[in-house]
């Protein structure tokens, strides 16, 4: 009787351990067979560089998302891939419009090019990481969820 229970207690250890590793690699990106391709990146004077990535799957229905990042070099696609699954993205939008530009080592303008861009499109947007302060040129407060959350689900429909 208690070897059975203890073959039990390993048998439900090794399942929750194997659930738990594949819901790691499942949140941190492992799975997505995207593509990932820095578009643009433009170095700051204190030598951080701010990077728009786009995120590509054509298997997909999502179509392109677009993603900002400050860091201390610019990022191979493995580490994009990590990178956009993470807490390091600034600004994420599906829209290509994204453009950067530095005003200083601790200030810097994520702008949309030739339009305005709309909450709707916008999946992420930061004030500030760590030093760097960001500030927003033709481009709207808020992102989608919280549009979301604020105009409630429809009911009713």
Not at 5 to 11: D, F, H, M, T
Request: aromatic share 10%; proline share 2%; hydrophobic share 40%.
């Amino acid at each position: 009787m208690l070897k059975s229970k203890r073959a039990i207690l390993g048998l439900v250890c090794g399942v929750a351990l194997i659930a738990a590793v594949f819901t790691f690699a499942l949140f941190h990106g492992y799975f997505d067979h995207g593509q990932f391709e820095i578009k643009e990146t433009n170095w700051s004077p204190s030598a951080r560089v701010a990077m728009i990535a786009e995120r590509s799957d054509h298997e997909a229905l999502g179509g392109l998302d677009y993603f900002v990042l400050v860091e201390d070099r610019v990022f191979s696609p493995t580490e994009l891939r990590s990178a956009y699954y993470s807490d390091d993205v600034v600004f994420a939008a599906a829209d290509n419009c994204l453009s950067v530009r530095w005003i200083d080592s601790h200030n810097l303008e994520v702008m949309c090019r030739d339009r305005s861009l709309d909450s709707r499109h916008i999946n992420v947007r930061k004030r500030q990481v760590g030093e760097v302060e960001i500030k927003y040129v033709n481009i709207q407060d808020g992102t989608a969820a919280q549009q979301w959350r604020s105009s409630g689900p429809l009911v009713g429909c």
